[in-house]
């Protein structure tokens, strides 16, 4: 069985990503509040950094490789936290509520 840096298993660290993930493309699939939904897409991108850094620790890699696309998937996520709740902050003052069947703002 391969082993990381801290004698745990890959397998688990991988499982584990794929379970947050699993659970995120769900919150996608079945949340209607545009806030739930951004908080599962963030679900999403923190399986993805769990991965980065299993494999960078897993592969010895000479550099910090995985660690440094997870810094940079993390400053995307807030970026697109912010942006998101911009858009959300002004869907509702116009239309009073969030839910993103409903919206018609974004409409040509």
Request: aromatic residues 10%.
């Amino acid at each position: 069985m391969s082993h990381s840096a801290y004698g745990i298993p890959i397998t688990w660290f991988l499982t584990l990503g794929a379970m947050l993930f699993c659970i995120g493309l769900f919150g996608m699939m079945v949340r209607r509040s545009a806030i739930g939904m951004l908080l599962s897409v963030e679900l999403m991108l923190n399986a993805a950094n769990i991965n980065f850094i299993a494999f960078g620790s897993y592969l010895k890699l000479p550099t910090i490789a995985g660690q440094i696309f997870a810094i940079f998937v993390i400053t995307l996520a807030a970026a697109e936290a912010a942006v998101g709740l911009a858009i959300v902050i002004n869907i509702y003052r116009l239309e009073q509520h969030v839910d993103v069947d409903k919206m018609t703002a974004m409409k040509l």
